[in-house]
């Protein structure tokens, strides 16, 4: 079955570190891949997507992600993390099947923790 | 301002009672979709609907049933049979169901309590 794999449930950084949140996900066809951030007491929102192209996609505040097909991963990253960072980070993966369907699977999060 | 609206925010019920959670979309997406959210498990889909009068079973439906019968409204119902009721309930939508490129827009959820 298709799955998605965060490897790291939570996170502690000390603010100006940098982060990288791993993200693998099951599946050997088309995919498009995106990365969600849930800040504390927000609903979730879009933080990056891959659909094609370039492989690295960069979003909204200063994240970015690399999306290595041979490794099934999309990682997130930034160089330099803020308090504000604090927040519930989700990989979620669109399966493309043939005919049309598709099937959205979330990973199951990594809390991260800033610390000024 | 367009966007997903989940009511109530919080929700008590008695064990063996049936419960309608609310959510309504005014941003013209033609797909839904309900998600459960429990720690550690990340969202688990639980039905989804590509177009009105039109939904498909997700990953985890037993014990819930929904309606689309209007494009802005999605609303799950939580019976008595499903097992284990208590979870965070997100409601999302997105512009279409069979095109890979929509991303979601989530509402702010509801929290249901069964005791």
């Known amino acids: 079955a298709q799955s998605v794999s965060q490897h790291n449930h939570h996170v502690i950084l000390s603010e100006a570190a940098s982060l990288e949140l791993g993200c693998n996900y099951s599946?050997?066809?088309?995919?498009?891949l995106f990365w969600y951030v849930q800040y504390p007491g927000q609903h979730l929102q879009l933080l990056l997507k891959?659909?094609?192209?370039?492989?690295l996609v960069k979003g909204i505040k200063g994240f970015e992600a690399e999306f290595i097909k041979s490794k099934f991963s999309f990682n997130l990253r930034k160089p330099s993390v803020q308090w504000s960072d604090t927040a519930e980070y989700f990989c979620a993966v669109i399966i493309v099947f043939s005919g049309g369907y598709n099937k959205l699977i979330f990973g199951a999060g990594t809390r991260l923790a800033v610390h000024p | 301002d367009g966007g997903i609206t989940q009511s109530p925010k919080y929700l008590f019920r008695k064990e063996g009672q049936n419960v309608t959670l609310s959510c309504e979309q005014n941003?013209?997406?033609?797909?839904m979709y309900w998600y459960r959210q429990d720690p550690g498990q990340g969202l688990r889909l639980i039905y989804y609907?590509?177009?009105?009068?039109?939904?498909q079973k997700g990953d985890i439906a037993e014990g819930y049933s929904v309606s689309r019968e209007k494009k802005e409204s999605f609303p799950l119902t939580v019976t008595s049979a499903q097992k284990n009721p208590t979870a965070f309930y997100l409601c999302?939508?997105?512009?279409?169901?069979?095109?890979?490129?929509?991303?979601?827009?989530f509402g702010n959820g509801t929290r249901l309590t069964v005791t």
């Open positions: 599946y050997g066809g088309t995919v498009n």
């Open positions: 941003l013209n997406h033609d797909a």
């Open positions: 999302a939508s997105s512009r279409t169901g069979s095109s890979y490129n929509s991303p979601l827009h």
């Open positions: 609907s590509q177009i009105v009068n039109d939904f």
């Open positions: 891959y659909f094609s192209g370039d492989p």
